[in-house]
């Protein structure tokens, strides 16, 4: 009996099913299978509503981003549009468009002054006066504007994203969280451009549009801002000269220059193009050029037949300072010193509209680079040359019975020497524009290199690359101590192409020049 008893258990032992703890793992598998589906889900969901509200975002700040106000006698449109580098543009049609570096973040402000009111321009007509009053008017007039456009913007924002996710999630609750999302994006970005504002770009804006504007609208170089009153004094000062370029008919007002104030107009490389003496020409008149200063290659092979090139230079009516380059012979800076106006330069020193200018040309005469034994490229034997006559320009500038304000010489390589000899070098030649200052001599002050592009767009040869070499030059502002104080770069499209761009530049302390690396520069 104990024997089949033990056999029935062992039995029923092998028969029974598995019971206790086993199916446990199976039913915590299928809670955290389940879990991390509600996460993913989540997880979607929360990808979705941001994606709703960028998008609502952008569609809201392009649909509702725009107000129109009045700045000064100015009917305005101020608009606002997702950019990732900031800034401001003051677009004044016809006339062409300033660009203000004025603020980070991924906001762009448009400024579009439209027509003027009707009643306010006659105002301005009849009396004067009311362009200053109107003006001064102008900073309160864009800060209200551009706080009702921010405002505007957010609403704008909002309300496009609760509509887009009410269309696509049909749930409220999703749909506050996506217009949340959209009320915090559109605050972050606008508060970024509210506190990383520059008031200090107003003083260097750069200018596109017609060149025979830009004097007036960018304003005098004496005018340089360094606190929000200044600033404010600024943007009243642009107002103002745009208000009088709309309400004067019979010509464009050009803004007086400041007393004491010389404006040199700096040319290089004209290589025989009869578009820039027109360049040249316009800016002349419209900029109130007292002196030309040309750092040479006005012609491309020196010949008899290219003197009367020059014979343009008369017409300017102003002195025009002139040293040869490797493209210009002895008979073309003949040609040039026959003309009324023109001061050939020869290690020599002149005193013209009280600045005391010394130059040198150029030590080569290499016309064809291909054929010419000792080329344009910087050789051993071409850099002693070029050091040479950097040298022999020092010693005349050091026994100069007057200080030398400005040195010129074709090539920068001869620029070296003439560090602390003067205050100011210009040259050409590398048809690359560029401003640098020179390693300083222990015991003298310092001294800046400026480099000028063509002002011929390197003539024919200009049209060798993929696009032609833009025409390019200078105005220097020169205070009543005869130091630089701003300059302005004049960029006109090369050969086909018409659009202008000037960029102002302030030199913060004239003592010092500006602190810039010095660069390595190709030769031509």
Not at 364 to 371: G, L, Q
Request: charged content about 20%.
């Amino acid at each position: 009996m104990d024997g089949q008893e033990n056999e029935q258990h062992a039995n029923r032992d092998e028969d029974a099913p598995e019971t206790g703890p086993a199916p446990r793992p199976a039913l915590r598998r299928g809670g955290a299978d389940r879990t991390g589906r509600r996460a993913l889900r989540a997880t979607g969901w929360t990808l979705a509503v941001l994606v709703v509200a960028l998008v609502g975002v952008v569609i809201g700040v392009l649909a509702g981003g725009r107000v129109s106000t009045d700045i000064g006698p100015f009917q305005a449109d101020l608009t606002v549009a997702p950019a990732l580098g900031g800034g401001t543009t003051v677009d004044i049609p016809p006339l062409g468009a300033l660009l203000l570096d004025s603020h980070d973040g991924p906001t762009h402000l448009t400024v579009e002054l439209g027509a003027l009111d009707q009643s306010r321009t006659e105002a301005l007509l009849d009396d004067p006066a009311s362009i200053n009053r109107a003006s001064q008017s102008a900073v309160d007039d864009v800060r209200k504007g551009v706080l009702r456009l921010g405002l505007r913007t957010l609403a704008s924002t909002v309300l496009v994203t609760l509509l887009l996710a009410l269309l696509i999630f049909r749930d409220t609750r999703r749909a506050a969280w996506a217009g949340g999302l959209a009320l915090v994006i559109t605050a972050a970005s606008l508060g970024t451009a509210a506190t990383t504002i520059r008031p200090e770009s107003i003083e260097e804006p750069r200018y596109e549009g017609l060149l025979v504007n830009a004097p007036a609208i960018v304003g005098d170089a004496r005018r340089i801002a360094n606190d929000y009153t200044r600033y404010a004094e600024q943007l009243q000062r642009i107002v103002g000269n745009v208000s009088q370029l709309y309400t004067t008919v019979s010509s464009l007002p050009v803004y007086e220059p400041a007393p004491g104030t010389t404006r040199v107009l700096h040319v290089s490389d004209m290589h025989l193009n009869p578009t820039g003496w027109q360049l040249i020409r316009t800016v002349v008149e419209q900029f109130g050029i007292d002196v030309v200063i040309d750092t040479g290659d006005i012609t491309d092979w020196g010949s008899e037949p290219e003197a009367s090139y020059v014979g343009s230079i008369g017409l300017l009516r102003k002195p025009y300072v002139y040293i040869r380059g490797n493209h210009d012979s002895g008979r073309t800076a003949a040609a040039v010193a026959r003309q009324p106006n023109a001061i050939v330069l020869s290690n020599t020193t002149t005193t013209v509209a009280g600045l005391t200018i010394a130059g040198i040309g150029d030590p080569r005469f290499t016309p064809d680079k291909n054929t010419s034994p000792a080329g344009s490229g910087l050789t051993q034997q071409t850099a002693d040359q070029l050091i040479g006559v950097g040298e022999q320009l020092a010693a005349t500038v050091g026994s100069s019975p007057r200080p030398v304000n400005i040195a010129l010489v074709h090539d920068p390589a001869s620029a070296g020497p003439l560090s602390g000899a003067c205050p100011l070098v210009l040259a050409g030649h590398t048809h690359d524009r560029q401003v640098s200052k020179l390693p300083e001599v222990p015991g003298k002050g310092p001294t800046q290199l400026m480099v000028q592009g063509s002002t011929g767009g390197a003539g024919l040869r200009g049209l060798e690359g993929e696009k032609p070499t833009p025409l390019s030059m200078t105005v220097l502002y020169f205070d009543k101590d005869k130091l630089l104080q701003a300059y302005d770069d004049i960029t006109v499209g090369g050969t086909g192409q018409a659009q202008v761009n000037l960029e102002r530049h302030v030199v913060e302390d004239p003592k010092a020049g500006v602190p810039v690396p010095v660069t390595p520069t190709p030769t031509r």
